[in-house]
């Protein structure tokens, strides 16, 4: 690369703000294979927090951790400690359910349900017991307008989801993880399957709910991290090699793999 | 086209002139599933005698028997009927062999309480006018009729013979006398009809019953006494080749008509001293 | 709490509705073969039916129903990998595609009795195949085809698109890249539907009843040619299967041992579907294995 | 225009081509070429014979179906309306066959009523709740019993749902509900496979969504995981009443066999299968009886034509969702 | 990018090679959607051409296109000229099967066929109609000499192909493109689902194969652009934005979107 184009104008963390979830010692697997290995990270409260890594490093098996999705994996295993609101959010008897309300997650593909607009935001509302109309309706407008899609679809809420494109499908989703109100927003390379208008689209909007939501995003462009990202983790082969404030990471890493890494000599 | 190209019946047996040599060819029977165990025994026996003729024997029910026998298909073809109580058979073009004699009577669950009914009484219980078995001089008990199919001989001859051509009321139907027999055997109040010789001798499952007082038994079906018996015949489309006719004449033969004809529980037909024609009509022979 | 009362309730359901499936299936496979297994012994299996006498075996409806099997799988399992292919590589979407698939459904679900009501009408008396084992074949080849189709078909859609692209893009045609590539990665899942069709094959009764027949001629197991009318090959034969024995014992059969030999015939039928299953699961893994290279 | 051609003519003497490619010459091209084209017959052939298969069955049951109205003049209304079938009776037989139509339907209607639920909840249980035990032990189970014979289940109707009915319910035992009962367990493994194959074709993104935004198993279950396997899950349900209005053997066994409209389901019954099976070898070829069974099988597929279009109309239903 | 550490050392385009495919007013249509437009570009005989360009531009298509792979689409159509060899390889009545002889294709997913890996060679060779048994085991050996993998296999020629780790089967895959001695080869993104010292191995000999055969790969990896390729074209939004020499390309591109995308801005 000649040029330095990408400017850190958006990770502007002045001051250290509080954690919000903290992780000790997490080691993870997928029956013998040990795909995490002895994680240590602090996620800051209201911040975005980038994992970065080559393919199969760990990265989502780590964010699908932290709402405790890879329960739904059966060989997978988790040991160690990711407090949050004082309590371990790997203790076996937690409520995941209720877990899973105040930490929402958006993954890679879009994965709108198949039913109308209103029905996918309206859904997580009525699992947890949302009956009134009217609520809901504004819920919806409220979530919609905040992904900036309201304008978009606001006239056909009855239309199916799946007749978004790709982009608005994946606002669609980060709205309806919106509708419940969560502390925390996992995304599992939110913009990898979309074009680059939508992309961008959705990085404006992260920065946006950053004030009002602590974020961690896994993604594989690097750019992507350098331009949102507060505080960036790398992961490789299954290890956090590198943690620290975005531009520290990117301008002065510490480590010689972070710095091949980023500079493209491998991945 | 034929598919069965060694199935020629006749071909072979009608190059040997003199009666002594060895038979040799192919028979197909079929028909009447009630004739067919008798029908494969016999052929078992003559096929012994003679290693060079072959005998097939089918089922397919008394229609099919007809039909493919005077389509030619069969041979032979086995009956319960005559060949005049069936709409689309010609039955001039059929030649008739009675082979055996099948009592029948009506079978009654021990629970019912009756071992003997006039043929008025009968009537009325298969034709539903009388419910209850004690309208008939038995227990309180529902009377639950079980019939053969349309078409069966077994319900021809007893619709004929017991019912004087009288239409049955609906009943369950199987087609399986060992379904009927293990139905009425099971259920209170049941009544039914079939051969006699599903009625074993210390077999108390079932009540065999009298019609006006006579006994239900070979002998007063020999001797004309009892009227609900049929024929069990073979037809042959015109006259039979050499070769059917020597197996037809085994049939009829002292041998097979005193040792396998009873043993399956049918009456010879030389046992008889009755006769009776395509109308039923009955005569002393 | 309501949502996770509700589904504690709901999950308690389902697993009760599954295991009354199990039950139901359990102790039904578990009647027939207690009832039956009895009733098996050498004799039963290698002795041959007897008209009226008790003591009979199954000797020949077992050899038929082999037979008819084996017949039915010559007649559709060459058809059927064809059709599949065709509509799984060759079909392009259209009226017609949609005609032919149209075609295997129906043939897959005609009621059995049409069927053999079908293999009468032209199979027995139009063709003049009168009630044979060619007859019964053919009637079964009605039912099988549409199986076969199917399992080749999904067995080739399952494939990834890579192998295919794989072969194009190396100059081989499109038939010698199904024939050398999809074909041999598809046989384990296609070899799997084959047998558990077999299962299906070898217990139908009521098509056969109309096309097979209901007897068997005395079959001579020393003459193996199949032109000689009491061969066990001759395919013009009149034949009467295991699962049609059961029917026509059951319904008029008058030796006093009925009970006993439809129990037990029924046993091993059973016993032969469970042997057709382990086979498919055993061959399907085995072939697997090679083929992974595991 | 052939590439090949291009290629001797105009390739340079420098390329280095190995003369593996040079021993490809016109003949095993010619080969190529053939082995397409005899696949590609091969392949056509097939699938115009399973047209011709479903054409003949047609068209011969057709035939045959129509000559009791062609030939013998039945009244073709009478004959499917009329509830008095007595083809028998000495005087003025009469053949109505809708006491059949009905019975055919009310088994597969009851059948597919007692059967739905527990095959619903059991393809749930192996597709979603017990993954590893559906696999290992249901699934081949279930496949075992898909293939056991019908007269199997008709020997154990005969054997214990029949003696069951009659202890409890009264009566010979022999009865509509008996005959769906007996059909219904008959279809369970076939609903069961199909609708478990289509609670798995549910793409687990959907699953993972539903989790995410903090559903509970049976949330996710019933909101998201059935409505998406809809279409596929009603098609299970439709093949199993397909097969259910199809058999034969095993209803004309426990069923009763009498061809009155029944006034309750405890009351004996009859359907077009078994009314065939049970007369067709009584009867003599292109008489009035035997005209009329062809009539009753030519129901029988037209109906089951039916079941087809509808399971096809809701398979282009789903797609388009 | 703070650092530049990507050396240009590879491209080492001093005079302009001969053109071996010449492709003019290139459209690709899937229905009604517009994939490619419009594109212009000469293929240099032994030399690497790399298509780079954000997800869904319509690399994939234009490089299946080259070999009518796209033939395989029922909805894809094509207009416009490829010239090579004098012909035309949009021509419908093209013998493609001849025509994927000369021009070979590799694919992201390494794609071994189910066989063994002496077989995986040989398959190829022996529908072409090599019969001979030594012929086809000195191929074998030869190819997998190419692609380096003989040492590693030699001893197991006999096991299933699909026994050998993902790098192992992409090199594999090569070897089976090489053994027809193609005059072109297509790689599809033959990297990405590789491991970093996998990928470096291919991009290895990559650079050996150029000697040989005319390369065009596709690429979202531009660090790997920039280190193999001779010449690198830009698609974007179905476009070719821009061509030329990979160093002149990189360094200084002539259009903003160029520039912006491989600074990394989008994408
Ligand atoms: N369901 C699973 N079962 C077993 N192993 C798994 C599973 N999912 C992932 N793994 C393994 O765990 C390791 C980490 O995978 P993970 O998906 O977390 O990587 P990643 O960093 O997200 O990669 P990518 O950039 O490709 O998404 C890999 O070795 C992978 O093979
Ligand atoms: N089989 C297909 N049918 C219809 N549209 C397709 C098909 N394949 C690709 N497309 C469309 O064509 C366009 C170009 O796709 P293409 O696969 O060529 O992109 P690409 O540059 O290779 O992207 P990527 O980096 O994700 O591989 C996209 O809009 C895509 O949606
Ligand atoms: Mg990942
Ligand atoms: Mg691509
Ligand atoms: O002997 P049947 O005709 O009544 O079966």
Request: charged share 15%; net charge positive.
């Amino acid at each position: 690369m000649e040029k330095n184009i990408v400017s850190f104008t958006n990770n502007t963390v002045t001051k250290e703000l509080p954690i919000q979830i903290n992780v000790e010692n997490v080691n993870i697997f997928y029956g013998d294979n040990h795909a995490v290995k002895d994680v240590n990270l602090p996620i800051h409260e209201k911040s975005i927090t980038a994992l970065i890594g080559p393919s199969g490093c760990g990265k989502s098996t780590f964010l699908r951790t932290v709402n405790r999705m890879n329960d739904l994996i059966p060989s997978a295993r988790c040991e160690g400690t990711i407090s949050y609101k004082d309590v371990n959010i790997l203790n076996p008897k937690l409520d995941v359910v209720q877990l899973r309300k105040e930490i929402g997650m958006v993954f890679q593909q879009p994965n709108p349900f198949p039913k109308s607009i209103s029905e996918n935001i309206q859904l997580p509302l009525r699992f947890a017991g949302v009956r009134n109309k009217k609520t809901l309706k504004d819920a919806t407008e409220d979530c919609l307008k905040q992904v900036g899609l309201w304008d978009e679809v606001k006239d056909r809420l009855d239309r199916s989801a799946t007749s978004l494109s790709g982009g608005q499908q994946q606002r669609l989703c980060i709205a309806r993880a919106l509708a419940l109100k969560p502390d925390v927003i996992l995304l599992d390379e939110p913009t990898s399957a979309l074009d680059p208008v939508s992309s961008s689209k959705i990085e404006e909007l992260l920065l946006e709910l950053k004030n009002s939501y602590t974020i961690i995003i896994v993604t594989h462009n690097m750019q992507q991290a350098a331009r949102i990202a507060d505080y960036t983790a790398f992961f490789y082969q299954g290890e956090l090699i590198e943690f620290g404030q975005t531009r520290t990471l990117f301008t002065n890493p510490e480590k010689q793999s972070t710095s091949d890494y980023i500079s493209g000599r491998f991945g | 086209g034929n598919g069965s190209g060694s199935s020629d019946s006749s071909s072979s047996s009608k190059d040997s002139s003199s009666s002594s040599e060895a038979l040799s060819g192919k028979i197909t029977i079929g028909g009447s599933t009630a004739l067919q165990p008798l029908a494969a025994q016999v052929a078992k026996e003559f096929m012994e005698k003679n290693p060079d003729v072959q005998i097939e024997v089918q089922g397919g029910g008394s229609g099919t028997g007809l039909s493919e026998a005077q389509a030619g298909n069969f041979d032979i073809g086995m009956s319960d009927v005559f060949a005049e109580s069936k709409s689309n058979i010609d039955a001039k073009a059929l030649k008739d062999y009675q082979v055996a004699v099948v009592g029948m009577t009506a079978a009654v669950n021990p629970k019912a309480g009756v071992k003997n009914l006039t043929k008025k009484q009968l009537q009325d219980v298969f034709t539903g006018k009388v419910k209850n078995w004690k309208d008939v001089g038995g227990k309180d008990l529902k009377i639950t009729l079980v019939n053969r199919p349309d078409g069966s001989g077994t319900r021809a001859t007893f619709d004929q013979f017991a019912l004087d051509n009288k239409t049955p009321a609906e009943g369950i139907t199987q087609d399986s006398t060992n379904t009927v027999k293990k139905i009425i055997s099971e259920t209170p109040g049941a009544v039914g009809y079939m051969a006699l010789s599903y009625f074993t001798a210390n077999d108390t499952s079932v009540t065999k019953l009298s019609i006006d007082g006579v006994e239900a038994s070979d002998e007063n079906v020999g001797s004309g006494k009892f009227p609900v018996w049929a024929y069990e015949h073979m037809y042959t489309k015109g006259e039979p080749s050499k070769l059917v006719k020597a197996f037809l004449d085994f049939m009829m033969s002292d041998d097979v008509q005193t040792k396998d004809v009873p043993a399956q529980g049918y009456l010879s037909v030389k046992d008889m001293k009755v006769q009776r024609d395509a109308d039923g009509k009955q005569t002393d022979k | 709490m309501n949502s996770k009362i509700t589904n504690r309730i709901a999950l308690s359901v389902i697993i009760v509705c599954a295991a009354a499936m199990a039950a139901i299936l359990i102790s039904m496979l578990g009647y027939i073969l207690v009832r039956g297994v009895s009733s098996i012994s050498w004799h039963f299996l290698t002795t041959s039916a007897s008209p009226f006498l008790a003591g009979g075996g199954i000797k020949d409806q077992l050899w038929n129903s082999f037979y008819v099997l084996i017949i039915t799988m010559i007649l559709t399992v060459p058809i059927g990998v064809c059709g599949g292919i065709y509509l799984a590589e060759y079909a392009k979407p259209g009226r017609l595609t949609s005609f032919i698939r149209t075609c295997v459904e129906v043939l897959a679900s005609l009621p059995s009795i049409v069927v053999g009501m079908f293999g009468m009408l032209v199979f027995v008396n139009y063709f003049g195949f009168k009630y044979s084992v060619f007859s019964g074949a053919l009637a079964l080849t009605v039912f099988n085809l549409p199986v076969i189709v199917r399992v080749t078909e999904d067995g080739f859609n399952a494939l990834s698109l890579h192998q295919k692209e794989g072969g194009l893009a190396l100059g081989l045609t499109h038939w010698h890249t199904i024939k050398t590539i999809l074909l041999p990665a598809a046989f384990p899942s296609i070899l799997t539907g084959v047998i558990l069709s077999a299962g299906r094959v070898f217990g139908e009764s009521a098509a056969l009843l109309f096309t097979a027949g209901l007897s068997t001629p005395d079959l001579d197991f020393g003459n193996w040619n199949p032109s000689a009318p009491n061969s066990p090959l001759n395919l013009f034969r009149s034949a009467e299967t295991l699962s049609v024995h059961i029917w026509s014992v059951n319904t008029g059969g008058i030796m006093p041992d009925v009970q006993t030999i439809a129990n037990g015939s029924a046993a091993v039928l059973v016993i032969f579907v469970l042997l057709f299953n382990l086979c498919a699961r055993m061959l399907g893994k085995v072939i697997n294995q090679k083929f992974s290279g595991k | 225009m052939k590439i090949g051609k291009v290629v001797t003519d105009a390739a340079p003497a420098s390329r280095n081509r190995s003369k593996l490619i040079n021993e490809k010459g016109f003949f095993s091209r010619l080969t190529d070429r053939t082995s397409e084209s005899r696949g590609k017959l091969l392949i056509y052939g097939s699938a115009l014979l399973m047209i011709v298969a479903v054409t003949a069955i047609t068209l011969f049951l057709t035939i045959q179906g129509l000559r009791s109205f062609v030939v013998d003049r039945l009244n073709f209304w009478t004959f499917i309306t009329g509830t008095e079938w007595f083809p028998d009776r000495a005087k003025n037989p009469s053949f109505g066959a809708f006491p059949f139509i009905f019975g055919s339907m009310a088994v597969t209607f009851l059948a597919a009523l007692i059967a739905t639920p527990i095959a619903i909840g059991t393809a749930l249980f192996m597709a979603e709740i017990a993954k590893k035990w559906g696999a290992k032990i249901m699934q081949p189970v279930i496949e075992i019993l898909v293939g056991i014979p019908s007269v199997v289940y008709g020997l154990i109707g005969l054997s214990i749902v029949v003696p069951f009915m009659r202890q409890h319910f009264g009566g010979t035992g022999f009865n509509l509900i008996t005959g769906a009962i007996v059909v219904g367990i008959m279809i369970l493994p076939t609903v069961a496979s199909i609708a478990a194959d289509s609670i798995r074709a549910v793409p687990d993104s959907l699953r993972q969504a539903s989790y995410a935004i903090g559903a509970t198993k049976w949330q996710t279950i019933w909101r998201v995981v059935i409505p998406a396997a809809g279409s596929s899950l009603l098609t299970a349900i439709i093949l199993g009443m397909s097969r259910a209005f199809g058999e034969a053997l095993a209803v004309q066994m426990v069923i009763g066999n009498v061809g009155k409209i029944p006034s309750s389901i405890l009351d004996p019954s009859a359907t077009l299968t078994t009314i065939i099976t049970l007369s067709m070898g009584h009867t003599t070829t292109g008489s009035l009886l035997n005209d009329a069974l062809w009539s009753l099988g030519l129901i029988l597929l037209l109906i089951s034509y039916v079941f087809i279009v509808i399971i096809r109309f809701i398979g282009k239903k789903g797609e388009k969702r």
